[in-house]
């Protein structure tokens, strides 16, 4: 079961927030200082992806945070709750047509590059209920 | 922390210091600023990120896209970065190979003025 | 809708989560800065009472902290999913039995006390599925 | 920040220095302090929470539990604090009225032997 789970309407804003609840927990949960940066820059591409693909599909509709504390990781779980589309996971950091002014970046594939680069490990999952992205990292365990 | 934009011209380079977070929330802003330069025909730049505190794919997205249009008049955008965290981001990406980077804004400067 | 959404296990280190993002997201909001104190201080109190209340009666079931930007109110809602008991709402803040070692604090009602001495507006209700606590404070509108 | 407890007599007083944030998650810790320093019988206490930066209803309510337990012992728990958001919590659950709070822990030692 997730720890903590968080989710948010569809605002660059909130990708703020995700990032600052999920370093905040990471920490709590026992994942070492040095790895931090990552987990709020990895967590931060994963949202900002699904922020994203829901103003494009779904405004109304929450994107969610799952955080869970396991044995010896911590593991992060960003769903989109957008109908799945084949071109979507390719597509990240795409410039989007419909929003224009500017949430997606400009080249594609740059957001998940990143989280590649960062999570030390990485699954993404397409679902009939929309994309998941879990990353984890090893932690010293519950410490509380 | 929020985004901080300002820009100076030296030696008939504009110099563009960013401070704060680039991310996909502050990242258009510093969009509209690289627009706004290239339309008022700026395009030899150099912007110096020794002040930036985050970096987003977003805001990696914008640095490239600026590239691209100062490319178009054949000017350059160089960056000023010596912070580990941000450099690994541009490694990681690939886009070490994309963008000059610099030490220091004298360094860019002397760069591409050995350049022309 | 609520703008923001966070849900967590029955455990105090998740409180301090709650406070941290209650207080970012009541700042992104545009509440004055001179009333974050008395927003963080209030979540942490109601949400330590619906953690002290799942431990003792629904360990299993998360905790829900719902924030929402209304026009000129930050609006912060609590919720705890224990069907209700008529000495629960005074009991807040009481020695609990059952969890010992301390996550009660002492003395009947000082968390009530606190709550209503902090939140500009406070409204307390009991429904089918567990009790509700809603508080605002006037905010300087949406900042995005 | 999390909370750093530290304890030691000054003219047979037992001065308690708390720093950090006490609350529902930290709040056990100070009660277990204090209820060691009663069975050490330690009965005059004065706790410095200058250095407090977050206070909740846990916190009182451990403040109180301690209070109760030196006075079963004819003993005292005072407070030194001067700043103005713990102070409001004091003041908004009536509890001013309960513990003797002072500006300095000299001020609060004076105050408690002249007493005596
Ligand atoms: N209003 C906000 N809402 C959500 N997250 C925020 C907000 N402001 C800052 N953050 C995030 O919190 C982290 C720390 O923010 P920072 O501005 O450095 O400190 P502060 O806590 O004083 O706002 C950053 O990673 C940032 O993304
Ligand atoms: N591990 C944590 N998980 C969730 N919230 C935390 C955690 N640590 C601190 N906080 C909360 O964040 C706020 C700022 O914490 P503080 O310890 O002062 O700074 P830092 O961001 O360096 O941890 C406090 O209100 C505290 O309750």
Redesign the interface.
């Known amino acids: 079961m997730a720890t903590v789970e968080l989710s948010f309407t569809p605002l660059p804003a909130h990708v703020r927030t995700a990032r600052l609840v999920a370093t905040a927990v990471a920490r709590r949960s026992g994942v070492d200082e040095s790895l931090l940066d990552e987990v709020r820059l990895a967590v931060g591409e994963a949202c900002s992806r699904a922020v994203e693909e829901h103003q494009l599909h779904c405004p109304a509709e929450p994107v969610r945070l799952a955080l869970s504390d396991m044995a010896d990781r911590f593991e992060v779980e960003v769903t989109d709750n957008c109908a799945p589309d084949s071109a979507k996971v390719t597509g990240v950091g795409q410039e989007s047509k419909s929003t224009g002014a500017g949430v997606a970046a400009m080249e594609p594939g740059l957001g998940f590059a990143v989280i590649a680069g960062l999570a030390d490990n990485v699954e993404i999952s397409e679902t009939a209920a929309g994309t998941s992205i879990r990353m984890s990292w090893p932690s010293a365990g519950v410490v509380r | 922390m929020d985004l901080k934009l300002d820009h100076h011209s030296k030696d008939g380079i504009e110099i563009v210091d960013v401070e704060g977070?680039i991310?996909?929330?502050t990242?258009?802003r510093l969009?509209e600023l690289l627009i706004e330069l290239v339309n008022s025909r700026y395009y030899q730049l150099v912007v110096n990120m020794e002040k930036v505190e985050?970096l987003?794919?977003?805001?990696?997205?914008?640095l490239?896209?600026g590239l691209?249009r100062v490319r178009a008049h054949d000017g350059s955008l160089d960056l000023v970065c010596t912070q580990e965290?941000i450099l690994k981001?541009f490694r990681?990406?690939?886009l070490t190979k994309v963008f000059g980077i610099h030490d220091t804004v004298d360094e860019a400067i002397a760069a591409r003025r050995s350049e022309k």
């Open positions: 977070e991310d996909v929330y990242a258009p969009r985050f987003d794919s977003t805001g990696l997205g914008v490239v896209g691209k965290r981001i990681i990406t690939g």
